[in-house]
């Protein structure tokens, strides 16, 4: 079983509320605008990190990460992107990463906006942790914690952790 912290646009803020949460997971996942390296060197060093890069990512983030993460954790198929939309709203490239990928969990950011939808059309989860970062129009910083266990995705809670625009300790590990 793994415990899964799915955090999405950043934009380089690690929220020293965020920390316990990172603690008490196996993995974290990061759907997009990170923000900086530094910000991916901090979680790498409490715990293992799979990212793919968002449109305000530079070449560095660029260089380390691709726009697309297709992997698995234990028997569940993921895959991973930042400007990705939604059930029915997908644009064509998502649709041909689903097709040809077949997840049973699809990852967004970008939209600042937390989802957790069953898509019907693709059977799969699709997840939009929303926004973990103070930049953007999001009121709350969001996080998605869950379980997967074989191929069982379960346990899944909304982490809400503070207004975004609330004063907060931006982490320097």
Request: hydrophobic share 35%; aromatic share 8%.
């Amino acid at each position: 079983m793994k415990k899964i912290l799915l955090i999405s646009d950043s934009h380089g803020w690690l929220d020293e509320k965020l920390i316990k949460h990172i603690k008490n997971c196996d993995e974290v996942w990061h759907a997009g605008d990170i923000g900086n390296i530094k910000f991916c060197k901090n979680i790498e060093s409490l715990k293992p990190f799979k990212a793919v890069y968002g449109n305000i990512d530079g070449h560095d983030l660029r260089s380390q990460f691709g726009e697309n993460e297709c992997f698995s954790c234990e028997e569940v198929k993921v895959v991973m992107t930042h400007i990705g939309g939604s059930p029915g709203k997908y644009p064509a490239r998502v649709k041909d990463l689903l097709n040809i990928h077949k997840p049973n969990i699809y990852i967004a950011g970008h939209s600042h906006i937390l989802k957790v939808i069953y898509d019907h059309q693709f059977q799969l989860l699709h997840l939009n942790p929303g926004a973990c970062g103070i930049q953007g129009f999001h009121q709350v910083k969001t996080a998605l914690r869950f379980e997967i266990n074989t191929k069982e995705i379960k346990n899944l809670e909304i982490v809400e952790f503070g207004k975004r625009n609330e004063q907060s300790k931006n982490v320097n590990l």
